[in-house]
């Protein structure tokens, strides 16, 4: 496996402000993953971030609104941008290691809390 | 197209009584199917994995899970549950190349003690 952290674990912000998400994996990745999970319910992707491209992303999810990158294999970023009260999530990133194809390790998760 | 479904938000067992976790998956290709364990305010574990190898599968923590085509079902079980196993509980299934993966609504396990 690899280790993979998140930063920051857990933030309180007002609404109509940003907050940007890294995450950083210790090992070689062939893809980058983000994840919501809201309050009580299972994970719905967001996003494949793409290495030096825009990310893709899934029905119902807006570049304007999660903006993505991914300078380089093993570091991403998301921002949630202009937030409201039901932004209030955990943001997950997750990773396909190199050699391990098919099998997604995940983050420990950004706890969000919108005002 | 793909989707899993987990056949009960909540489950509980006594300490030290067997686990059965359901859950049942559709794939238009073959599938490899995944559970992941969620500890409370923790990420995800991956408990174990199938990917067309043995039908049963052995995980982490004395986990295990039969993959039967039959029945179009992947259900996590344990013999003698313990208290460090109260959380949650995804199946995942994964196919069309490994592109997307779609989660179960998930189960939570409670442990009595």
């Known amino acids: 496996s690899a280790v993979i952290s998140q930063k920051p674990s857990r933030d309180i912000c007002q609404r109509g402000t940003s907050l940007t998400i890294q995450c950083q994996v210790d090992?070689?990745?062939?893809?980058m993953f983000w994840y919501r999970q809201q309050p009580g319910q299972s994970l719905t992707l967001i996003a494949t971030?793409?290495?030096?491209?825009?990310?893709?992303?899934e029905s119902g999810f807006v570049i304007d609104k999660f903006p993505i990158s991914r300078p380089n294999l093993t570091f991403s970023t998301l921002t949630v941008s202009n937030m409201s009260p039901e932004d209030s999530s955990i943001y997950l990133c997750?990773?396909?290691?190199?050699?391990?194809?098919?099998?997604?390790?995940f983050g420990p998760g950004t706890r969000l809390l919108v005002l | 197209a793909q989707s899993v479904t987990q056949l009960d938000s909540h489950v509980s067992v006594s300490e030290g009584t067997p686990v059965l976790l359901r859950c049942n998956y559709s794939?238009?290709?073959?599938?490899?199917l995944f559970w992941y364990v969620q500890h409370p305010n923790k990420g995800l574990q991956l408990l174990l994995k199938?990917?067309?190898?043995?039908?049963l599968v052995k995980g982490i923590n004395g986990f295990e899970a039969e993959f039967k085509k039959s029945e179009t079902s992947f259900h996590l079980t344990k013999p003698s549950a313990h208290m460090s196993d109260a959380a949650e509980y995804f199946c995942v299934v994964s196919s069309e190349g490994y592109q997307k993966v779609t989660f179960g609504t998930g189960t939570k396990l409670q442990v009595i003690p």
């Open positions: 199938y990917t067309s190898a043995a039908t």
């Open positions: 997750s990773v396909v290691l190199a050699g391990e194809s098919g099998t997604q390790y």
């Open positions: 971030a793409n290495q030096g491209s825009e990310a893709t992303y």
């Open positions: 090992s070689q990745v062939t893809m």
């Open positions: 794939s238009s290709y073959s599938p490899s």
